[in-house]
T-cell receptor, first 117, second 115 residues
Framework: SQTIHQWPATLVQPVGSPLSLECTVEGTSNPNLYWYRQAAGRGLQLLFYSVGIGQISSEVPQNLSASRPQDRQFILSSKKLLLSDSGFYLC??????WGQGRSDTQYFGPGTRLTVL | AQSVTQLDSHVSVSEGTPVLLRCNYSSSYSPSLFWYVQHPNKGLQLLLKYTSAATLVKGINGFEAEFKKSETSFHLTKPSAHMSDAAEYFCVVIVSGSNTGKLIFGQGTTLQVKP
């Protein structure tokens, strides 16, 4: 069966510090990978998605970046954090593309709670 | 363009009574629709999914949802609420024409279950 991991679970960082959040998926190959942010009291916002190694698409202009160095690894980074970067970050994976029935379902990791002070 | 509207930001029910969480969607295509649940400080768990097969979809934990094209609705129901159902619920539509399965989330409905 497939599992998705995120770490760290919680993180408190000062403004201006760098960030690295990691997401890994086990039990599948060539997944689509996604980073979402959930601000307090709001729905989820898609930040980045990737359909393969080294392929990153950005949805929202910001000071965050994403990388996919390996097939099942997805990293969210920042060189200098802002207060507005605080939130709950969720990684997700899916097998296929839209219109392919069950394979387009996204499965979410446990999330990382980021607080920027 | 696709969109999702969850009509209630907060729903409160008593344990053992029915649950109704309302969702309307907008889509130019036959949509794929989902309901996810999120417990505090946890990731999202898939409850159920509509994929243009049966219009009444059964999910986990006794939840079900009915796709009504004429009303552009996909409301989530459960006959009898349990305390463990207290959580945030998201109605989600997949972006049509996308080859990546991008999702559009509703703003969420907080379900409170009173003893």
């Amino acid at each position: 069966s497939q599992t998705i991991h995120q770490w760290p679970a919680t993180l408190v960082q000062p403004v201006g510090s760098p960030l690295s959040l990691e997401c890994t998926v086990e039990g599948t190959s060539n997944p689509n990978l996604y980073w979402y942010r959930q601000a307090a009291g709001r729905g989820l916002q898609l930040l980045f998605y990737s359909v393969g190694i080294g392929q990153i698409s950005s949805e929202v202009p910001q000071n965050l970046s994403a990388s996919r160095p390996q097939d099942r690894q997805f990293i969210l980074s920042s060189k200098k954090l802002l207060l507005s970067d605080s939130g709950f970050y969720l990684c997700a994976w899916s097998l296929g593309m839209w219109g392919q029935g069950r394979s387009d379902t996204q499965y979410f990791g446990p999330g990382t709670r980021l607080t920027v002070l | 363009a696709q969109s999702v509207t969850q009509l209630d930001s907060h729903v409160s029910v008593s344990e053992g009574t029915p649950v109704l969480l309302r969702c309307n969607y907008s889509s130019s295509y036959s949509p794929s629709l989902f309901w996810y649940v999120q417990h505090p400080n946890k990731g999202l768990q898939l409850l159920l999914k509509y994929t243009s097969a049966a219009t009444l979809v059964k999910g986990i934990n006794g939840f079900e949802a009915e796709f009504k094209k004429s009303e552009t609705s996909f409301h989530l129901t459960k006959p009898s609420a349990h305390m463990s159902d207290a959580a945030e619920y998201f109605c989600v539509v997949i972006v049509s024409g996308s080859n990546t399965g991008k999702l559009i989330f509703g703003q969420g409905t907080t379900l409170q279950v009173k003893p």
